[in-house]
Structure formats: C-alpha cells, structure tokens
C-alpha cells in the first residue's frame, strides 16, 4: 500500500509565497515524484517532476523561474515551493510518484496520487 499526503495549502495574496509538502510511506525509493495541478473545470496540469537521484527537475513554461521542486531522501519527502504565485496558481495540487516515467509532463505516467490540497491565489 502507497500512500501519499500534500499538506501545506492556503489562501495567499498574488506575489505571494507557499510551499507544499508531500509525504510518501510505502513508496519504492527510487521513485519519479511529481507535482499536478487542476484548477476548476480544466484538465489536470503538469508542475513541476524530479528524478529518484534528485535531478533534474522538469517543470513547464507556466511555472519555471517560480517553483522549485526537491526532495528529502531520507523522510521521503518531496516539496514545492512556489514564489510570486499569480491568480493563475489557483488550483488544487496532487502530489504523484511513479517508477517508470518517460514524460513528466503526462498525469497518466504516475501510479500514485495523493488526495490534493488546494492553493487559493488572490488578486
């Protein structure tokens, strides 16, 4: 059994800064983690991905230059931190694991999910 648990979302004002937690229990080590998001009514979007060893890191156009991904080895856990976060941010965030990803970017490549954490960015 994987289970994973995000915690640290909120309201923040746009400039704003959150970071987000993911514990993983009963995860295979070498895991691709990653980080969706899906704001109300649109499709599930990629964050932001780092590999087992801790790099590289993958992240889109949206959000590069803002959000950092990095992982603790032995907690097992991955963050998410996010500066001059825009209304744009406004979603909820998974936190995803997987062992075999050939496309980051791709929800469909992760095995596990955590149960999301939503980000309120307001203007």
């Known amino acids: 059994q994987v289970q994973l648990v995000e915690s640290g979302g909120g309201l923040v004002q746009a400039g704003g800064s959150l970071r987000l937690s993911c514990t993983a229990s009963?995860?295979?080590?070498?895991?691709?983690m990653g980080w969706f998001r899906q704001a109300s009514g649109k499709e599930r979007e990629f964050v932001a991905a780092?590999?087992?060893?801790?790099?590289?890191?993958y992240y889109p156009d949206s959000v590069k230059g803002r959000f950092t991904i990095s992982r603790v080895f032995a907690g097992n856990t991955v963050s998410l931190q996010m500066n001059s976060l825009k209304p744009e941010d406004t979603a909820v965030y998974y936190c995803?694991?997987?062992?075999?990803?050939?496309?980051?970017?791709?929800?469909?490549?992760?095995?596990?999910w955590g149960q999301g954490t939503q980000v309120t960015v307001s203007s």
């Open positions: 780092i590999t087992w060893t801790g790099s590289p890191t």
């Open positions: 995803a694991a997987g062992t075999l990803i050939a496309s980051y970017e791709q929800h469909g490549q992760y095995t596990y």
């Open positions: 009963g995860t295979y080590r070498r895991s691709t």
